[in-house]
């Protein structure tokens, strides 16, 4: 698909970059205004992820450009990057390597898993091109126990699922074909990308503003039920007013976009919790 002519394509990175510049326009405004220790903190906060916003969207506007091979490479990038953090927090690496056995391995046939002595069938053994990470041993971890986190696979196997094989979804958006949105990919990984971040600023900034009762305050202590169903519905909307022609309605990017919020909040609070049990405030850089 040519970026340089979807016009739809174009539309929307248009919206962004207008929601983007709104951000930014705001948030010095309310850094000029924020005269309390806790307001300004607050300030700066907001700053420093629409600035994020930014970087990740001229990257993310370079890999479009360069089609699918570019938007390939940047999540292969970004599926190393993640795999590099989660492992630094994650107990004993070398052990991990050493002694786990049959830490993952990829294969194109249909696949199959040994454990307890019986063999399931693979469930995705009817599209030989989706790749199915198997291990062995799944109650056998070489690792000590901590607050019970890792009592199951080693972490490597973890991390493996989450920064490579999940993450590879997202990128896999750009090969699916659609009745009546063929080649139109680009636009679907865009619409995640939008909804995922969304989200997240506006979970933050409706907390802030309105926040009183904490989901878990044990794992995400910033985290509120005010700003969860504040977030959660801005992005909801905000995914049914992005839709394309026929081939997808306004109920249904907004059900696309519901989905993608309340997983982007469980994915944090999961993330969260892996933090609070290594006893570190955020992943390494």
Not at 141 to 146: C, G, H, M, T, V
């Amino acid at each position: 698909m040519s970026f340089l002519h979807d016009v739809a394509l174009q539309r929307l990175i248009e919206g962004v970059v207008g929601l983007l510049v709104v951000a930014t326009a705001a948030g010095r405004v309310l850094a000029l205004g924020a005269d309390s220790p806790g307001a300004k903190e607050t300030v700066q906060n907001l700053n420093r992820r629409v600035n994020a916003w930014w970087v990740m969207a001229v990257v993310f506007g370079l890999a479009l450009l360069t089609g699918g091979i570019g938007s390939y490479v940047l999540f292969g990038l970004l599926s190393f990057l993640a795999l590099r953090e989660f492992v630094t927090i994650a107990p004993t690496v070398a052990v991990i390597i050493r002694r786990s056995s049959g830490l993952s391995s990829w294969s194109r046939r249909p696949s199959y898993v040994a454990h307890r002595h019986q063999v399931v069938r693979d469930v995705y053994d009817h599209d030989p091109g989706i790749r199915v990470p198997l291990y062995h041993h799944p109650h056998r971890s070489p690792l000590p126990r901590r607050h019970g986190s890792w009592s199951g696979p080693p972490p490597s196997q973890w991390a493996l699922m989450t920064c490579v094989y999940c993450l590879s979804y997202a990128p896999a958006l750009l090969g699916l074909e659609l009745r009546g949105f063929a080649g139109q990919g680009a636009k679907l990984l865009l619409f995640l990308v939008i909804i995922v971040q969304l989200s997240d600023v506006a979970q933050y900034v409706f907390g802030k503003l309105f926040g009183r009762r904490r989901i878990s305050p044990n794992v995400s202590p910033n985290k509120t039920w005010e700003g969860f169903l504040g977030g959660v519905a801005l992005a909801t909307l905000s995914g049914a007013l992005i839709w394309w022609g026929d081939a997808i309605q306004p109920w249904q990017a907004g059900v696309m976009a519901l989905i993608v919020a309340l997983m982007g909040f469980g994915g944090g609070l999961v993330m969260s919790a892996i933090k609070r049990d290594r006893g570190v405030k955020d992943f390494a850089p």
